[in-house]
């Protein structure tokens, strides 16, 4: 009698517990590794927000501000702007966070020039 149920137990945990060991530990990596591809994804557009942000601010303080005081800020000379904002931006945005853009985002140039103006948007108000 104590065979046939170790031989029942055996084709059990053979049968049923071993698969489902191996399908759970699959469904736990497919997890981790969504998580861990979502936090990254998150830090690489915290990190390209953050650029964008601080050259805003920086053209506006060393070029608009000034500009804006004496009362000689046209159309020119925000396209100057909007340039310069560019210009630092390209400059610091690494491959991994161009690469990043162009993949979720498309055209990096133009995911500058919007975060540009909602960066510009966002300090004024």
């Known amino acids: 009698m104590n065979q046939i149920l170790l031989n029942i137990l055996a084709a059990v945990t053979t049968c049923i517990i071993l698969p489902l060991i191996s399908f759970l530990g699959i469904k736990l990596s497919q997890w981790l590794s969504t998580k861990i591809k979502d936090e990254k994804a998150k830090a690489l557009f915290t990190k390209a927000t953050e650029i ?12 608009v501000e000034s500009l804006k005081n ?6 020119d000379e925000q396209l100057i702007a909007l340039n310069k904002a560019k210009q630092i931006i390209t400059s610091e945005l690494t491959e991994e966070l161009k690469a ?9 140039q133009a995911w500058i020039s919007n975060q ?3 960066s510009i948007y966002k300090l004024k108000n």
């Open 52 to 63: 964008v942000t601080n050259a805003v601010r920086t053209t506006f303080q060393t070029y």
């Open 70 to 75: 004496s009362g000689s800020f046209g159309k």
């Open 100 to 108: 990043f853009i162009s993949e979720n985002y498309g055209d990096l």
């Open 116 to 118: 540009i103006e909602a």
